[in-house]
Each structure stands twice: as structure tokens, then as C-alpha cells.
T-cell receptor
Framework: DGGITQSPKYLFRKEGQNVTLSCEQNLNHDAMYWYRQDPGQGLRLIYYSQIVNDFQKGDIAEGYSVSREKKESFPLTVTSAQKNPTAFYLC????????????FGQGTRLTVV | QQQVKQSPQSLIVQKGGISIINCAYENTAFDYFPWYQQFPGKGPALLIAIRPDVSEKKEGRFTISFNKSAKQFSLHIMDSQPGDSATYFCAASYGQNFVFGPGTRLSVLP
């Protein structure tokens, strides 16, 4: 089955640590996205990538970094510079053509301990 | 211009009633309008979507109404069921650019 796989489902980070969230898709989509969702809130765009080896900052990129070395993979690193990283992180992908929707993974819940 | 406004923020409906969620946009470049349903702890899942050349689209109990001149669109859930209790997001897109509304938390009482 085609889809987007995020791992792990739950992640705990100590203060000052960097952690990396995985996102893999087998939909052959060109574009991939990372969103942050806080409790009871909407989706805020962190980073997006429209093609391999290229990515752009979204609305809340500070304290995060990404890479796009393969079409299928778009990992997100939450660095120690992100002061309030506890949130639900969602990865999505879409095709390059218009009139299309974004498909989401099941999310990773990151908690700082 | 990139904003999508969504209302209400929360909605409580009796079982069997009609749930209505409204969205509005400004950017006329948007050419696709999907709705997503999200259950707690899960990723949003596509529910139904519409293009601006269509005024209404129905899939089962879910209907999107689209008013291009007013730049508004809405989701109607007929015969609402407790299992429909979730957060609903409208979205607008052009190309690979997506803008999401802030979400509506729907509770359907049994």
C-alpha cells in the first residue's frame, strides 16, 4: 500500500538534545512538508521541499533543520535551539501537478523530559 | 491573502443533526479546496475535495458547497453521528502550496 510513514510514533527528548523524526513516502510524490500541531491548534508549516536537494523554510523554521537527499525521505531534526519542541509533528506529501491534495502521515508526538 | 478563515472554532451537534463548517479565502490563485478529518493522535485524512468550477460536491453524508464569487466554501455533514466527532480542517491550494484553516472541533452528542 502506498502511503507516508512517520517514525517513531512517540519520542522523548532531554533538554539540550537534538532529535530526528523520520518521514518516508512511497507515493512517488515530489513535494514533502513538515507541520507542527500544538494541542487544539491548527497546522503550522515548518519546512517544505518541492524537489530533491532543495527545501524552503516555512512559517516556524527556527530551531529545526531538514534534508532531502532522496525523493522518498524528508527527515526533520529538532535542534536544541528549539525552545519549546513539545508538539505533534506531521509529515505530508503531494504531487507536483495542480488540483491535488496533501497526504499526511500518522504523526510523531515529541515530548521534552 | 494567504489566509484561510474557518468557523466555528467548535461545534456541538445532536446525533442526526446537520453539521456546517464554513471557510473563506482571499487569494484567487487557489484552485483546489480539500477538507480533512483528524481524530485525536492521528494524522489528518482527506475527506472530500472540490475544484472552483464546481458549485457542489457530495460524497455520502458529506457535501461541499462552493461559492466562487464570495470566495467561500462550506462542509455539510448530514445525519451527523458520534463517530464523526473529530477536528475538521479546510484547505486551499495552488500547485504545491497549501494553506489550512485553523480547524473546527466537532462533537456529536449521542
Amino acid at each position: 500500500d502506498g502511503g507516508i510513514t512517520q517514525s517513531p510514533k512517540y519520542l522523548f527528548r532531554k533538554e539540550g538534545q537534538n532529535v530526528t523524526l523520520s518521514c518516508e513516502q512511497n507515493l512517488n510524490h515530489d513535494a514533502m512538508y513538515w507541520y507542527r500541531q500544538d494541542p487544539g491548534q491548527g497546522l503550522r508549516l515548518i519546512y517544505y521541499s518541492q524537489i530533491v536537494n532543495d527545501f524552503q523554510k516555512g512559517d516556524i523554521a527556527e530551531g529545526y533543520s531538514v534534508s532531502r537527499e532522496k525523493k522518498e525521505s524528508f527527515p526533520l531534526t529538532v535542534t536544541s535551539a528549539q525552545k519549546n519542541p513539545t508538539a505533534f509533528y506531521l509529515c505530508a506529501s503531494s504531487t507536483q501537478r495542480g488540483n491535488t491534495e496533501a497526504f499526511f502521515g500518522q504523526g510523531t508526538r515529541l515530548t521534552v523530559v | 491573502q494567504q489566509q484561510v478563515k474557518q468557523s466555528p472554532q467548535s461545534l456541538i451537534v445532536q446525533k442526526g443533526g446537520i453539521s456546517i463548517i464554513n471557510c473563506a479565502y482571499e487569494n484567487t490563485a487557489f484552485d483546489y479546496f480539500p477538507w480533512y478529518q483528524q481524530f485525536p493522535g492521528k494524522g489528518p485524512a482527506l475527506l472530500i475535495a472540490i475544484r472552483p468550477d464546481v458549485s457542489e460536491k457530495k460524497e455520502g453524508r458529506f457535501t461541499i458547497s462552493f461559492n466562487k464569487s464570495a470566495k467561500q466554501f462550506s462542509l455539510h455533514i448530514m445525519d451527523s453521528q458520534p463517530g464523526d466527532s473529530a477536528t475538521y480542517f479546510c484547505a486551499a491550494s495552488y500547485g504545491q502550496n497549501f494553506v489550512f484553516g485553523p480547524g473546527t472541533r466537532l462533537s456529536v452528542l449521542p
